[in-house]
């Protein structure tokens, strides 16, 4: 990631919609895998995604770990 000349945060790049869809969706159907989140945040950016895979391997169950590899193949 490249910083900007206005900010020195690294830029995020926004995740494709489809990503997010699918991320989003995993996030709801195995909400007990992400008991830290705030219920209003969004998965928008492409680095968004490798905490959904880390949190559904973490915390999940089977089924989780495997839509998490699915998630991760995407990537």
């Known amino acids: 990631m490249k910083t900007t000349e206005t900010s020195p945060w ?7 919609p489809e990503l997010v869809e699918k991320a ?5 159907e195995f909400s007990g895998c992400f008991w830290f989140r705030h219920p209003e945040a969004r998965v928008r950016y492409r680095d968004d995604l490798p905490l959904v895979v880390e949190h ?3 915390y ?16």
Request: aromatic share 4%.
């Open 56 to 58: 559904l391997r973490d």
């Open 10 to 16: 690294p830029e995020r790049i926004p995740a494709s």
């Open 60 to 75: 999940g169950d089977k089924k989780a770990w495997a839509a998490a590899q699915e998630l991760q193949r995407c990537l």
């Open 24 to 28: 989003e969706a995993l996030v709801r």
